[in-house]
């Protein structure tokens, strides 16, 4: 099918069309593309209909003003047209009606049938967004804007509602391509619907553009802006003053918001506040980015700190507007104000009367375990009290009172037990009120009694050592531990040697001392919690050195072969020295005393020898007497000590 396309120019006179056949054809489903009954933006209109079937040799229509006024006059289609591409309706706004009808092949023409062109290219007044002034919160969403009326003359088409646009930027439009789509238009309900609900913004400044939007879809010509700042985020709150444990006195808090968008300036809407809450009681508020308040009573109190911004964001751990804030910041103020309460035992246990013991308690902060003293002075005395090796354990504070270290006479007490708060408690009473004195000493002398002074040993031989333990003056002790020391001379392995006995009914004690070298013995007797300690005088134990001495011969030959002395030194429970042990050879002759005429030493297992030869005639016939001396030696721990003599004849 041929198409035509026609631009019409606009009529200045009426023609009136031709009188219809009642039996030629009529279009049916006369239709406007975008709608009969909708405002067209433009000028421009196309159409639609269909043609009965039968020969239809031409179409007809005509364009009629607002006025009933023929704009288009009779434009005959010499085809079956069944559509109108381009209409152009007068520039003036307004509702134009435009007539088709057919023609058949004889020429009659059918009834005209007619459509609405809705024109209407008039923009709307501009609107304002209405926002409340200030910041919107996290729990002002779902927020709603308000939007000002289009004033003076409204469009033909009316208002059709608003176009809105949010974004970041403050040149936005709603409507970019100078016509606002039904799907721009965010409110179209008319003018009178002027409300948008936004259920959620990004934090920082959005900004909201309005336009209204007329029936044919023109915006406003001038786009409408506001700013909207959005702080969705609680103020963060800090809390200062709070002791690290326990305080004894009160403690004074300030807790301190700070907000990096809406802020906690109270010059402005919104009303931020700081709190502080002090157990189950009423808070304590304060305008603005600080409060103070003072917790003062003895006791564990839960603080809870919070603040709200002037975006009324609160972090309070409550719920606003079914918004769940955060967890609400807390902390814990412990405040001790009472010292410990303390009281010494009200007697000496008869077991043990150098315990000293004093009951503690605290019923808030607890004891503190790291300090606590019981001390001591004479009674009368003007010096300052002496602390005694104290330890506190299981509400005891506990010490140990060596009475017999100290001058006789009467002492009194004094206990002092801290709390973890760092309150101090002191007492100088016993539980029934009585003052905490003792009379010292308070342990029982003993005494140990032994045969002390030096004896002599000879070498691989023990001794017997024992004595008595009485208390009192003559009262033996039964059933006592003796302690028996042996310290050898040095040089020996071990040093030391320690045994144990223990006392008869009678009191008396003893035992065998096993052989070794030169040594000092003593007998201890420990303290116990009602005697005292005691101990002997020290007894000197000197075992001699054991020397063997060997000739080769027993006969020796003037100017001959030399004669070969040989020999050793014991050493049980020694050790020889590095350098050897000093051995000196001597001889003599029968009734003369003994002379020395070679030094030697031994090897490391105390071996000698020494080789002589006899040179002098004088020697004939002469029986001579030999032996080994050794002489005392540092680091060697016996007794000088000779061997037996042997002989030899000189010939």
């Not at 631009?7 to 219809?20: K, Q, R, V």
Request: hydrophobic content about 35%; some cysteine.
């Amino acid at each position: 099918m041929k198409k035509l396309a026609t631009t019409i120019a606009l009529a200045t006179f009426c023609l009136i069309a031709p009188a219809a056949h009642a039996n030629a054809p009529q279009p049916t489903g006369l239709r406007v593309d975008g709608g009969e009954d909708s405002w067209h933006v433009g000028r421009l209109f196309a159409l639609r209909w269909i043609n009965p079937p039968g020969s239809i040799a031409a179409a007809h229509y005509r364009l009629l003003d607002p006025q009933g006024q023929i704009l288009i006059a009779d434009t005959r289609l010499p085809w079956a047209a069944t559509s109108l591409d381009h209409v152009s309706v007068s520039p003036a706004p307004g509702v134009y009606t435009i007539e088709v009808w057919l023609e058949d092949s004889n020429g009659d023409a059918g009834t005209p049938v007619s459509a609405t062109l809705r024109f209407d290219d008039s923009h709307p007044s501009p609107v304002e967004p209405l926002p409340q002034p200030g910041w919107i919160g996290r729990t002002a969403f779902p927020y709603t804007i308000r939007f000002s009326h289009p004033s003076g003359t409204q469009p033909l088409s009316g208002i059709r509602g608003y176009a809105v646009s949010i974004d970041s930027s403050p040149s936005g439009d709603p409507c970019p391509s100078g016509t606002c789509s039904d799907a721009e238009t965010d409110l179209r309900a008319g003018v009178g619907a002027d409300r948008l609900s936004v259920g959620e913004l990004p934090e920082g400044t959005n900004y909201v553009h309005a336009v209204a939007v007329s029936g044919s879809g023109m915006p406003s010509m001038i786009t409408r802006t506001a700013a909207l700042h959005v702080d969705k985020r609680d103020p963060e709150t800090t809390i200062a003053g709070v002791a690290d444990g326990w305080s004894k006195g009160p403690v004074t808090l300030t807790a301190n918001a700070s907000d990096t968008e809406s802020g906690m300036a109270v010059d402005g809407p919104g009303d931020p506040f700081t709190a502080i809450r002090i157990g189950g009681g009423a808070p304590t508020v304060s305008a603005g980015a600080s409060v103070t308040a003072t917790v003062i009573a003895s006791g564990v109190h839960t603080v809870v700190y919070y603040a709200r911004d002037a975006a009324g964001n609160v972090n309070d751990g409550g719920f606003s507007n079914g918004h769940p804030n955060r967890a609400v910041a807390k902390t814990l103020v412990k405040i001790d104000r009472e010292p410990p309460t303390l009281a010494f035992a009200s007697a000496q246990s008869p077991l043990d009367p150098e315990r000293i013991e004093t009951r503690v308690a605290d019923s808030h902060s607890g004891l503190d375990f790291s300090r606590g003293s019981i001390a001591l002075r004479q009674v009368g005395s003007s010096e300052r009290f002496v602390k005694l090796p104290t330890e506190l354990s299981a509400g005891l504070l506990r010490t140990h009172w060596d009475s017999s270290a100290y001058p006789a006479g009467e002492y009194e007490f004094r206990a002092t037990a801290f709390d973890r708060a760092g309150n101090s408690g002191t007492t100088s009473t016993r539980v029934d009120g009585t003052a905490m004195r003792l009379q010292g000493p308070l342990k029982s002398p003993i005494r140990l009694m032994t045969k002390a002074g030096r004896r002599i040993v000879r070498y691989g031989r023990g001794t017997w050592f024992g004595g008595r333990l009485i208390g009192g003056r003559h009262t033996p002790l039964a059933n006592m531990a003796v302690r028996v020391i042996e310290r050898f001379s040095n040089g020996s392995t071990p040093t030391e040697r320690l045994s144990t006995v223990r006392t008869e009914a009678n009191g008396k004690f003893g035992l065998r001392l096993a052989p070794g070298p030169s040594r000092q013995v003593i007998a201890e007797v420990a303290p116990t919690a009602t005697t005292r300690g005691a101990s002997s005088d020290p007894l000197i134990l000197a075992v001699h050195t054991r020397l063997v001495l060997r000739v080769s011969s027993a006969g020796a030959r003037i100017g001959g072969p030399p004669v070969i002395f040989r020999g050793k030194v014991a050493s049980g429970g020694a050790s020889v020295p590095a350098d050897g042990k000093v051995v000196q050879l001597q001889f003599r002759l029968p009734g003369l005393p003994w002379s020395e005429f070679r030094t030697v030493r031994t090897d490391r297992q105390g071996r000698f020898r020494y080789a002589y030869r006899f040179a002098d005639d004088d020697s004939h016939g002469v029986r001579f007497q030999f032996r080994a001396y050794a002489p005392a030696q540092a680091g060697w721990p016996f007794e000088p000590a000779g061997s037996l003599p042997v002989a030899v004849l000189g010939a």
